[in-house]
C-alpha cells in the first residue's frame, strides 16, 4: 500500500517566520501535487512536480520534489496570516492502479 | 464562474434515511469525483466517472452509488444512512482523463452528519 506521510501534522508560528513540510512515501512517484484547503472549503492546487529535483516557485512558497520521486517538500518564507490552512500533498502513480494517493496534510496557522 | 457547486452545505440525517448529494460544474470536464473527508483518514476516493454515462468505484464505495446525470452534473446518493457515513463529502472535476495527474477542482464540500 503507497503511503504518503507528510510532516509536521500541526503548526502554528508568528507572523513572519519560515516554516517547512515535507510529504515523505517509501514508494516513487510520477509526479506530486501541493494543495491548500481553507476552513470550509475544498482543496485548491497550488503547484504540480513531476522531475526528479525539480524546484518550483510560487510568489513566496518553494517546492521541491525530490531526486528519487519519493519526497518533497513546501517552503515559506516570511508566513503571512493568509497562508493559514491545511497543506496536502498528493502523489499520482503512473503504474498499473495510476491513482492519486493524498498526505493527511499539515495543518497551519500562522498569527499576526 | 461557478466552477464546481455541492449542495447541500450541510445535513443531518437520522440512521436509515436516504438522501443524494448534488454536483455539478461549468467547465465543461469530462472527469469527475466524489471524495469523502475524515479526521485522521484523509482525503478517500469514493466513486469517480471518466465520462458521462460512466462510472467507476473508488477506494470506499460500500453504502454509496452516483449517476453521472450529464456532462456537468455527478450526484452521490446514500441509500440507508449509517453513522459511519458522517464525513465531509468533497465533489472534483477535471479536464485531464482518469488516470491522468491533471489539476483537480473542488467544491466547497458537504458537512453531513449520520445520527
Known amino acids: 500500500t503507497q503511503l504518503l506521510e507528510q510532516s509536521p501534522q500541526f503548526l502554528s508560528i508568528q507572523e513572519g517566520e519560515n516554516l517547512t513540510v515535507y510529504c515523505n512515501s517509501s514508494s516513487v512517484f510520477s509526479s506530486l501535487q501541493w494543495y491548500r484547503q481553507e476552513p470550509g472549503e475544498g482543496p485548491v492546487l497550488l503547484v504540480t512536480v513531476v522531475t526528479g529535483g525539480e524546484v518550483k516557485k510560487l510568489k513566496r512558497l518553494t517546492f521541491q520534489f525530490g531526486d528519487a520521486r519519493k519526497d518533497s517538500s513546501l517552503h515559506i518564507t516570511a508566513a503571512q496570516p493568509g497562508d493559514t490552512g491545511l497543506y496536502l500533498c498528493a502523489g499520482f502513480n503512473a503504474g498499473n492502479n495510476r491513482k492519486l494517493i493524498w498526505g493527511l496534510g499539515t495543518s497551519l496557522a500562522v498569527n499576526p | 464562474n461557478a466552477g464546481v457547486t455541492q449542495t447541500p452545505k450541510f445535513q443531518v440525517l437520522k440512521t436509515g434515511q436516504s438522501m443524494t448529494l448534488q454536483c455539478a460544474q461549468d467547465m465543461n470536464h469530462n472527469s469527475m469525483y466524489w471524495y469523502r473527508q475524515d479526521p485522521g483518514m484523509g482525503l478517500r476516493l469514493i466513486y469517480y466517472?471518466?465520462?458521462?454515462?460512466?462510472?467507476d468505484k473508488g477506494e470506499v464505495p460500500n453504502g454509496y452509488n452516483v449517476s453521472r446525470l450529464n456532462k456537468r452534473e455527478f450526484s452521490l446518493r446514500l441509500e440507508s444512512a449509517a453513522p459511519s457515513q458522517t464525513s465531509v463529502y468533497f465533489c472534483a472535476s477535471s479536464e485531464s482523463p482518469t488516470g491522468v495527474p491533471g489539476k483537480l477542482f473542488f467544491g466547497s464540500g458537504t458537512q453531513l452528519s449520520v445520527l
Open positions: 466517472s471518466a465520462s458521462e454515462g460512466t462510472t
